[in-house]
């Protein structure tokens, strides 16, 4: 299945380079293979897009923390024993969102409706989700730390990956519902899926599937994934707060006060 899948994307970015230009809503063939295609370009812009710079800039140190912290959290969550059920809900609907569940059900809409920002924001979380997920699986060969529980996994938590529980991609659909959300329909949109991605990532550790570290990585590996993707589908009618905050170029550079030497990064409004 999994040969199938990976020759099935091949085909569609040989039939269809440069794709990614094209107006969306021709036909759903079409915008899939545009779909494929912002995920091939996007895995490439993430890393030139300056803008991922600052999330760079709050990862490392905020991932670096959560490794240190891991124990901690660990030891803390077997404490608290059995998590409530809304959040082993919202963990265990993490598996269903794998799918192109709502991507499909926001595409349709859009095409029903000739709504372009619901086919755009189905388009682009398809890309950007992917993405993420798959350099979730390929980072996990690398072999960060196992799981701190290993009992009773499921296919799709042992399927697709290596045996390092970092990092993790069960949590990844919530964490670009979010960001997208964030882009297409502002902050008070976001906030519901924000929720669902702040349970979903503590089920993960309360069932001691994860340690913190791991689910702090995917929030910003989908963070890099949903820019990068952003950058290269070129959608200019972004809600006006992702605009203001997001939609400007950064630069990083360094300073020097005295004696003391500091990172700076400024923002082009």
């Known amino acids: 299945m999994i040969r199938k899948s990976i020759a099935l994307v091949c085909a569609i970015f040989i039939c269809n380079q440069g794709f990614a230009s094209t107006a969306i809503g021709e036909s759903v063939w079409k915008d899939l293979r545009t779909s494929v295609n912002w995920l091939i370009d996007g895995s490439v812009e993430q890393f030139r897009t300056k803008n991922n710079l600052y999330y760079l800039g709050a990862g490392i140190p905020a991932t670096w923390y959560a490794f240190e912290k891991d124990e901690d959290n660990l030891q803390s969550a077997r404490k608290k024993g059995k998590a409530p059920r809304h959040i082993r809900l919202a963990g265990d609907f993490g598996v269903v969102l794998g799918f192109p569940v709502l991507q499909s059900s926001f595409y349709l809409y859009g095409r029903k409706y000739k709504n372009e920002r619901a086919m755009q924001f189905a388009m682009e979380y398809l890309s950007s989700m992917y993405l993420a997920m798959a350099e979730s699986g390929v980072l996990s060969f690398i072999q960060v730390h196992e799981r701190p529980d290993k009992t ?74 949903s820019e990068g993707v952003r950058k290269v589908a070129k959608y200019k009618d972004n809600h006006p707060f992702y605009k203001w905050a997001f939609e400007h170029e950064a630069a990083l550079s360094l300073i020097r006060h005295e004696d003391a030497y500091g990172p700076a990064v400024v923002w082009n409004f």
């Open 152 to 225: 009773n996994l499921s296919k799709w938590e042992t399927g697709f990956r290596g045996n390092s529980s970092f990092p993790s991609g069960h949590v990844i659909p919530y964490y670009g519902l979010f960001f997208k959300t964030l882009q297409f329909y502002g902050p008070y949109w976001a906030i519901a899926p924000g929720v669902l991605s702040v349970w979903a990532a503590q089920q993960r550790v309360r069932s001691a599937r994860h340690y913190t570290s791991d689910v702090v990585g995917s929030f910003f590996l989908m963070a890099f994934a």
